[in-house]
């Protein structure tokens, strides 16, 4: 095995690691280690399983598969149902806002309501529904209607193209990347990549990114819009971040997954004070919620709920062993977490039923049941309590301080009630572009070294960084998501920082809300009057692993952001596709790809991109 040394930067981690292997426990890397190495067909995206002819393997000696296909089709088509995957993720996760804010309109619960009615109104008024004088559930009837269509075949194109500056849509239709409906895009790919159906891969690597917009564009960002309306709208706070959030003398409940429908009501539930006195009749001070992952980001940003970890501290946060129950909705949630439960008293318990897990307690979460469901639940966390083995605790450190919940209706009320100072700010070079930092951990890299090198990097240079995902608790890990970060950063963005008290690094929610950059990006071009492509902006997902985050990628670059990669899609085995998207996009959509595995590098690209664009716009570089 790799020495632990190796694995992560962090202390919590490697002592969980140390205690992993002592008890004997198996991890993510025990396992990347007997997976490795890993097929080199597959890596370089060069094998076919799409029907029973083959699956064929092609290379220079086979260049063919059975029907014929080349590398560039099979490399194509196979990216292209990757990115299918990941759209299809946070677009489904959308649909289940849709129908949670359809049961509030249908009156079948009253667990969940509309929380934000000015929010429900404002994004009525961008879709293009009347709101003057109607009644609030009529308008949220008329917003629902809309939102479940944009998942359909009959529109031109999704709701949300209102936020797109115009420049953009013109390009987007002269490409035919004119997302129409979410569902529509997905199931197109699905059918392109059938044998015998689209063969020139530039072609599909067209709709891969016009499926990805309709992600970025529509599912995540329905997603983020109802989450808010439902839950509230992000506002600032601090929070503590690593696995110090965990109490030894409380009941501690982690919820993991993605979707806040079921963690918003955990949460509730866990202030029941019949639960909380049956908490105390066990011995505990407390009921301790605490998130992991994505939907550990929606509690953040909306309620403040302190983060355990992300994608790579998920085992290793019950293996503190002071855990009682693991709550999960859907992606991201490492199967071998039942595994890892069952070597503790720990319940591992699921609650969707496209996201079930043998040999957990399943609960079908409902929106007309899920106050009752959620305390039942937070009930067997309770009970767990007593079975927890006091001297298999193991807490290694003390929580960090981090600032969260920076949406945009948050920045834009920071800055006065208008985007103006942050444009002044960029125009005047105290910040010279902005750059958002998404996304994972990946085995194959040390944890989190990347995503906290390129933050540090960038803000160095005066380069706002935003986060989200699992960046997110790297960036806050680090101290960088405190206003005192400022001392790390260049003396531009120290000084407007400091001047409004926040960090030089910003917490923007979870992956889904990844459109609320986007969203930022648009407005900045419309107020300039210039293309997204004209910003000194940039993505970056270092230490990407998931469908999900290519998704974002592709959606991100289609919209006009450079975008870098720590490592490559499997799409090395074509250099067609791989020349696409590292230097053919950019005539096309006005941005690319770039693929660097070292930070200071990658650094300095988005720092000469941003000068590049900066000029272009008639700023001082
Ligand atoms: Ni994003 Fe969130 Fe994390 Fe990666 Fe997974 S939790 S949706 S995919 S691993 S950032
Ligand atoms: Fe092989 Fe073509 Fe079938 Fe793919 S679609 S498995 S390349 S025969």
Redesign the pocket.
Known sequence: PRPIEELSIWDDAKAMLKKARAEGIQTVHDRLDRQTPHCKFCELGTT????T????RVSEKNPL???G?DADV?VARNFGRFVAGGAAGHSDHGRDLIEVLEAIVEGETSDYKITEENKLRAIAGEVGIKTDGRPTMDVARDVMECFFADFGSRKKEVSFLSRVPKVRKDKWAGLKMIPRGVDREIAEMMHRTH?GCDNDAPNTMIHAARTALADGWGGSMIGTELSDVIFGVPTPKMSTANLGVIKADKVNLLVHGHNPVVSEMILAAARDPELLARAKELGATGINVAGLCCTGNELLMRQGIPMAGNHLMTELAIITGAVEAIVVDYQCIMPSLVQVSGCYHTKFIDTANKARFSGAIHFDFQPKTAMKQAREIVSIAVEAFAQRDAGRVDIPCEPVEIMTGFSNEAVTAALGGSLDPLVQAIAAGDIRGAVGIVGCNNPKIKQDSLNVKLAEELIKKDILVLVTGCVTTAAGKAGLLVPDAIEKAGPGLKKVCGALGIPPVLHYGSCVDNARILQLCAALANALNVDISDLPVGASSPEWYSEKAAAIGLYAVASGIYTHLGHPPNILGSETVTNLAVSGLEDLVGATFFIEGDMVKAADMFDERIKTKRKALGLSE
């Open positions: 076919c399983r799409n029907c002819m083959g699956p064929c598969g059975v029907c296909a099979i044998m």
